[in-house]
């Protein structure tokens, strides 16, 4: 069995030296070829690199969705599920307000794009449309489990929000008090 790493901070960062020695003296080193070089990117980095977000993606989805479904179903009561999806959903705004006033006082003090001249100008009525708010509504609604995958949390992160927290409330207890049998004895 494998057992954990004493330190892995050190290992992570160790490990990110190594990658940046690496890179600087593939790219300024004339000792090796170019064709030896774009081997070495393309069949060693990128490659690893794809699989290893690819397996990042395989674990991370699952993980954020079953942590949620646990989370949610594990509250005593679903009046403490609305008051944390309340807060939650305060901070999400608040910190959206905060990163677009930030974004928009960097915009007007660089003014990026300002001296950028577009070969051809586009006309209003000639962009493509985009989706209205009922598809987008519908969007919201996943169609089936396959919320798990990642393709489909890559496409649209609230289907899989939605699903887990249908999921927890379907299969959190219901206190013996409030339950009313639907035929009598």
Same mark, same amino acid.
Request: aromatic share 10%; no cysteine; net charge neutral.
């Given at each position: ?5 004493? /330190? ?12 940046? $020695? ?18 070495? +990117?393309?069949?060693? +980095?990128? $490659?690893?690199?794809?699989? +290893? ?9 699952? *993980?954020?969705? +079953? ?10 009561? *679903? ?5 944390? &999806?309340?807060? %939650? ?6 910190? %959206?307000?905060? &990163? ?32 209205? !708010?009922?598809? %987008? !509504? ?6 089936? #489990?396959?919320? #798990?995958?990642?393709?489909?949390? /890559? ?6 929000? #939605?699903?887990?927290? !249908? ?19």
């Amino acid at each position: 069995m494998l057992d954990a790493p004493k /330190n892995l901070t050190r290992n992570v960062l160790i490990a990110m030296f190594l990658g940046a $020695l690496i890179g600087a003296i593939l790219y300024y080193s004339s000792s090796f070829s170019d064709g030896l070089k774009d081997f070495i +990117f393309e069949y060693i +980095f990128k $490659l690893g690199g794809e699989i +290893f977000i690819n397996l990042l993606k395989l674990m991370v989805v699952p *993980l954020v969705f +079953f942590s949620l479904v646990s989370g949610i179903a594990s509250l005593s009561s *679903l009046k403490s599920f609305g008051n944390i &999806a309340s807060k %939650t959903i305060a901070l999400y705004l608040f910190t %959206t307000a905060i &990163a677009v006033s930030i974004s928009l006082v960097v915009g007007s003090i660089f003014q990026p794009g300002s001296g950028y001249l577009m070969a051809e100008t586009v006309a209003l009525k000639d962009l493509p449309e985009g989706q209205g !708010i009922y598809q %987008t !509504i519908v969007n919201i609604v996943p169609e089936a #489990l396959k919320v #798990l995958t990642s393709a489909s949390l /890559n496409k649209n992160h609230v289907n899989s929000f #939605l699903a887990a927290i !249908i999921i927890s409330v379907a299969t959190t207890p219901i206190p013996a008090a409030s339950v009313i049998p639907v035929i009598p004895e």
